[in-house]
């Protein structure tokens, strides 16, 4: 990997397809985001190897607005799902009946900017809900970039949420996802063929389906191979990481999460049939199950308690 340590950092405003960005630059990754749209990491570019690992689309920016359809819009890159990824209603008093918006109100508003001693301090406020979330970028060594989450609960109510990494990388034939060992089984979610029902629990890495045929949802196969799944880790994890392993381009891609704030992972295998996009999202998460008012029937949300505050990080670490 080299010389772990810090070199200089750049931070520079820029462009994404006509779009004002702001690079934060270190001596082996370049990563652009966009402030006005969520503060999207839209660019996650590994220069001693010329290789972007996030999802790019071609042509036009499509601008998301409040409200409005996730799918419909950019979808790409990075961005940050509160308090929840599927639309629903909010249940608790004083906000009973709420509803909140498809993958939740942050993703597609302005979020403010601040440049502070080589880090990117990004911030925004709730449209129905009283919240502030904070975000700081920084890198952690010249191969880590590292982002610092902060929720602020404004008001004399707790509040439940979820927060979901909306990771959205590229993917290569033979990927490997490699999870901690106390991974044994997960929970589908989704199955764009609709055969794996709605929380039926897998094993993993290698389940048979109904017809015995064997399934392995820890690795890639090839684009057009058929496979849109996607899973959670049933329990909550004891140890927050997931490692992806790339043998074409002999890279390491590992997400670094604190599980006493972060205890689940969401993982999406898409191998052509979603969106013509050949992709693996990696999604570190507050709570599971994709809608929060689901994730409360589990027992699962997470909760900011009133006037309080509620931390936790993201780390991308990449390796060759």
Known sequence: MGDIFMNEVDIYKSSYKSQSAVTIESKAIKVQFLPRFGSNMCSLFYKLKNIELLVQRKGKYKIGSYGSSYVKAECAGVDDMFPTIDECFYENHPWKGIHIPDHGEVWAIPWDIM????????????????????KLVYFESDYVLRIDYKVTNLSSFDLDFMWVAHCMLISETGLCINLPEEVK??????DIDGLIEYGKELNWPVYHNSLGKENNLGLMGMKGSGRAIKYFVKDAMSNGWCKLEYPKSELTVTLTFPVKSVPYLGILLNEGKWGNLYNIFIEPATAPFDRLDVSKIHGKCSNVKANSTYEWYLKMSIES
């Open 185 to 190: 089984t997960v929970v589908c979610t989704w």
């Open 115 to 134: 440049i502070e001693n080589e880090k990117i301090h990004f911030f925004t406020y709730g449209v129905r809900f009283p919240y502030k979330v904070d």
